[in-house]
């Protein structure tokens, strides 16, 4: 159960009610934790206090949750950085959601760093960067940031169930809690549960969620899985499963973004299999998912090999070319290399890393 101190939600309540424009603010490739969050958020506080509130994002959320986002409602600061920084210039309030620093927000970050109004933090990520906020709601006792939320939002006067929310709030915080746990296959905590109950007593229609997440995606999508079953993934003796998809893949099977959400997590259904890895070309960055079962650190993974970071047993990062990589063609050979030296380091007892 999180806790934190009567007197943080009591000046987060008098932040919220005295700010009149409030921005939120959500990670780069934003995902359904942080999209669920920040529209739960918005509803309740223009609600709760008439506030002006609108979603700043680095760049586009994938179509794939259209369902749970108000087109209207977010501002795409690929698309209209001027729009993006006046926006927040003129903001009394931010609150950064379902990332734990500035350098997750890409070109927003220097806008945000510099600016001087109040600054809340809510997330459920390690190591939160504590000197950038005013005020921090930090958890990783959590299933998700919408979860974090959800607690915070019971302290707040006038909030005793899920039933004194926004209808939308409630919505929206089940379906980005649904996402991060993988439909309630990851990171599942009794309080979990305890919020899902008092949504779903509240009238959340989990079956349009479900349907929503994962009985809507296009046949190219199942194709693509296919193609990762039988030709790119690679299972090493070590306990290590990966795969890439490189530009070419990418293309044969016209994906786009978000349609390989989850593909991470299909090799680890394999026994023997500790880490699971997907890599995906972008340009000339190959983003990396890592899953791991439990005792074996994926995050520590991301932050030693692949410039990244997350949670324990979901992390990610990316490798860049050159830096990283001579080239495209050097992915798997450097995939395999860094992996057998992360098992081989990770094997010595805990004395001898020091
Ligand atoms: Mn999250």
């Not at 350098?103 to 109004?117: I, P, W």
């Not at 990520?125 to 998700?144: E, I, W």
């Amino acid at each position: 159960m999180v806790r934190f101190s009567r007197k943080s939600y009591s000046t987060l309540h008098e932040w919220f009610s005295s700010a009149g424009t409030v921005s939120l603010v959500v990670h780069a490739r934003p995902d359904g934790d942080a999209m669920g969050s920040a529209s739960a958020l918005a509803g309740y506080l223009r609600k709760a206090f008439g506030s002006d509130v609108l979603i700043l994002a680095p760049d586009a959320y994938p179509s794939t949750l259209d369902f749970m986002v108000t087109p209207s409602d977010v501002i795409d600061a690929s698309s209209d950085m001027d729009l993006a920084a006046g926006r927040i210039a003129g903001s009394d309030l931010i609150v950064s959601l379902d990332h734990g620093d500035f350098s997750r927000t890409d070109s927003l970050e220097r806008h945000l760093a510099g600016a001087r109004c109040r600054k809340v933090l809510i997330d459920h990520h390690q190591s939160p960067d504590l000197a950038s906020y005013g005020l921090v709601f930090s958890s990783v006792d959590v299933s998700s940031t919408c979860e974090l939320l959800y607690h915070i939002l019971m302290r707040m006067p006038g909030v005793r169930r899920a039933s004194d929310l926004p209808q939308r709030s409630a919505f929206c915080l089940m379906a980005g809690m649904t996402t991060d746990t993988n439909n309630f296959a990851n990171s599942v905590f009794p309080s979990t549960l305890s919020m899902a109950a008092d949504l779903l007593a509240a009238g959340v229609d989990r079956n349009l969620i479900l349907d929503r997440l994962y009985s809507s995606y296009r046949e190219n999508r199942l194709r693509a899985m296919g193609s990762l079953l039988l030709e790119r993934m690679h299972v090493s003796g070590n306990g290590v499963a990966y795969a890439v998809f490189d530009r070419q893949t990418i293309a044969r099977f016209g994906l786009q973004d978000g349609e390989t959400e989850g593909f991470v997590n299909i090799p680890l259904s394999m026994s023997g299999v500790r880490f699971s890895l997907f890599l995906k070309e972008d340009g000339d960055v190959f983003r990396v998912s890592i899953r791991s079962k439990k005792g074996f650190s994926a995050s520590r993974m991301a932050r030693r090999y692949f410039n990244g970071g997350g949670h324990e047993n979901a992390a990610g990062g990316r490798l860049r070319i050159p830096d990283d990589l001579p080239s495209a063609d050097d992915v798997e050979a450097y995939v395999e290399s860094v992996t057998a030296r992360f098992l081989q380091d990770e094997a010595l007892p805990q004395t001898e890393q020091k």
